[in-house]
């Protein structure tokens, strides 16, 4: 079965500190893989998502950054974090299979980022 | 564009009483549907998911659905609350070509009173 996994679970840094969230999937190949943000109080916002090895999309322009140097690690980063970064940061996986069409995301547990 | 709306962000109910959280989505082609639901803290774990292969889709921890397609609804509901369904719930949609991306509702807080 897959698994995903998020670390650190939490994190604590001071503003204009540099950042690294990790992301691996398990039991799957090529997966499409996802950040998330969730703002207290908010719904999620989708930040970057990767299709392949090196393949990165961004879906809001800011000061992170993300990337895949393997295909089932997804990192994100920022050279310098900003209040505005604070929130509840998701990675997910989706793939297509012979039985499943839908492209169905699952999701890790988390990070919780606070920026002070 | 494609949208997902979830009626209501917080909803209270009594133990053992009829769950019901609303969600309506705006596409031309009815898209795959997904509910999800996320304790406090933790990720998102998927309850269920619409596929078109039938309209009544029953998930996880007893939550099922319909599909509804003159209504453009996907309403989550449970029979019976118990006060572990406490939690945000949210509705989903992605649309059938290849890359469509997931567009997630604002959510819903459940709340369940003993």
């Known amino acids: 079965s897959q698994t995903i996994h998020q670390w650190p679970a939490t994190l604590v840094q001071p503003v204009g500190s540099p950042l690294s969230l990790e992301c691996t999937v398990e039991?799957?190949?090529?997966?499409?893989l996802y950040w998330y943000r969730q703002a207290a109080g908010r719904g999620l916002q989708l930040l970057f998502y990767s299709v392949g090895i090196g393949q990165i999309s961004s879906e809001v322009p800011q000061n992170l950054s993300a990337s895949r140097p393997q295909d089932r690690q997804f990192i994100l980063s920022s050279k310098k974090l900003l209040l505005s970064d604070s929130g509840f940061y998701l990675c997910?996986?989706?793939?297509?299979?012979?039985?499943?069409?839908?492209?169905?995301?699952?999701f890790g547990p988390g990070t919780r980022l606070t920026v002070l | 564009a494609q949208s997902v709306t979830q009626l209501g962000s917080h909803v209270s109910v009594s133990e053992g009483a009829l769950v019901l959280l609303r969600c309506n989505y705006s596409?031309?082609?009815?898209?795959?549907l997904f509910w999800y639901v996320q304790y406090p803290n933790q990720g998102l774990q998927l309850l269920l998911k619409y596929t078109s292969a039938a309209t009544l889709v029953k998930g996880i921890n007893g939550f099922e659905a319909e599909f509804k397609k003159s209504e453009t609804s996907f309403h989550l509901t449970k029979p019976s609350a118990h006060m572990s369904d406490a939690a945000e719930y949210f509705c989903?949609?992605?649309?059938?070509?290849?890359?469509?991306?997931?567009?997630f509702g604002q959510g819903t807080e459940l709340s369940v009173k003993p």
């Open positions: 989903a949609a992605r649309s059938h070509n290849q890359g469509g991306k997931l567009i």
């Open positions: 596409s031309s082609v009815p898209p795959y």
């Open positions: 997910a996986w989706s793939g297509r299979t012979s039985g499943d069409q839908t492209d169905t995301q699952y």
């Open positions: 039991g799957t190949s090529n997966p499409n």
